[in-house]
């Protein structure tokens, strides 16, 4: 994990997921946007380095994520801690919610979610409704990579796809995609 050092002691902390479709993505490519994620909330932004896939299955991914929270929450147990994720990166730091509610773990002080890719299988209205706005986010485009990150895994099942979990304390407003994923 490379932190992005803090001006002061009790700055808040941020847990950084990187987005890239679970594949692309990196600490040094997200080196900028933690530094500037430092320097403007005077924190210390920690960015996890995953392995991606195809070298590394899908859910020990989300065990990493899992255990770079409690590592920052253990560095620094008296700072609130935000989690922030883009994408892909989004997506885990949704999965991550339900995973610590699972655990009884205390949940982060915040999040700041980036477009989170929350539905790995794609059967939200919006990517039909949108194919005229976003020519690169197509239903083919995004089951190719949700494919290649999840295996043989069925797309729906969370954690994968957070967009399928309970929900877990957050407003309905606030869920990720719910009404579009509900029968």
Known sequence: MNPCASRTRRAPSFSTSTG???VFGSPASYRN????????FD???FVPDYR????????????THLVAYQYARALRPDAPLFITGDSAGGGLAVSLFGRLR???EPMPDGAILLSPWTDLSASGASVDGNRERDRWFTRAHLSHWASYYAGGTDLRTPPLSAAFCRPFGLAASAHP?????RS
Do not use: D
């Open 177 to 181: 995609r719910r009404a579009e994923t």
């Open 20 to 22: 890239g479709a679970f």
């Open 33 to 40: 946007r933690a530094m500037r994620l430092a320097y403007r």
């Open 102 to 104: 699972e655990l009884g």
């Open 52 to 63: 991606s896939r195809p070298s590394t299955p899908s859910p020990r991914r989300s065990t």
């Open 43 to 45: 924190a210390e932004v």
